[in-house]
């Protein structure tokens, strides 16, 4: 048996909370075509010359107001969450790949094949499949991967909305602050209806 890895994937983060930092990561993430999929002109338009210049700076101080000492919430996690799986499995090694911004999934990849991996699972963190989400990160992989001319064994972590394992630690952490007056509203980030048409015809997402 070949020597393991896994690629833990998530969205990304800003690396800091400040304007140009912001700025930076959500030029990334908005100019993506499986984000905002609208003709290449029309979505340039739209990111660089409407939403980068007025977003960046209302939305810089809400990352302040929840950054942690070690950096991004979500990044801190996603990393712990990583060291976790790591320790937890023998033979294997675990990389963060975000999306957007860093540690980016180029650099993952680099330190797996580094380490000689040659079996990967590459894992989105996102339990329902969604073209600007699941979609777009094992499409940039597999763009990485090609440009690295690396071929490894790939899996490919399935879909897991209604995992016990995954919904149980979400129960057990609301249950301690349910009450008889408690009433629990669930947000949800929405899809244009193009995405949903195209992406997931089954409707099982």
């Known amino acids: 048996m070949g020597k393991r890895g896994v690629l833990v994937m998530n969205i990304g983060t800003p690396d800091e909370p400040t304007t140009e930092s912001v700025r930076t990561y959500l030029r990334e993430f908005l100019l993506d075509p499986d984000v905002i999929d609208l003709p290449t002109p029309l979505r340039h338009l739209l990111v660089r010359g409407i939403i980068l210049r007025t977003r960046p700076q209302k939305i810089a101080p809400r990352y302040e107001s929840i950054w942690m000492e070690e950096g991004s919430p979500l990044r801190v996690y996603t990393q712990r969450m990583t060291k976790?799986?790591?320790?937890?499995?023998d033979d294997i090694q675990c990389e963060v790949g975000m999306r957007y911004g860093n540690p980016s999934i180029r650099s993952g990849l680099e330190k797996l094949k580094e380490a000689g991996v040659d079996e990967l699972l590459l894992a989105p963190m996102f339990p329902h499949h969604a073209q600007a989400t699941t979609g777009s990160s094992?499409?940039?992989a597999y763009k990485q991967l090609k440009a690295m001319d690396w071929k490894p064994a790939i899996i490919e972590l399935p879909h897991f909305p209604s995992e016990p394992a995954f919904i149980e630690?979400?129960?057990?952490?609301i249950r301690p602050h349910l009450s008889n007056g408690t009433h629990?509203?669930?947000?949800?980030?929405?899809?244009?209806?193009?995405?949903l048409k195209r992406s997931d015809s089954s409707g099982k997402h």
């Open 84 to 89: 976790a799986l790591e320790a937890s499995i």
């Open 138 to 140: 094992l499409k940039h």
């Open 169 to 173: 630690p979400l129960a057990n952490s």
């Open 184 to 195: 629990l509203l669930f947000s949800y980030h929405g899809l244009p209806i193009s995405h």
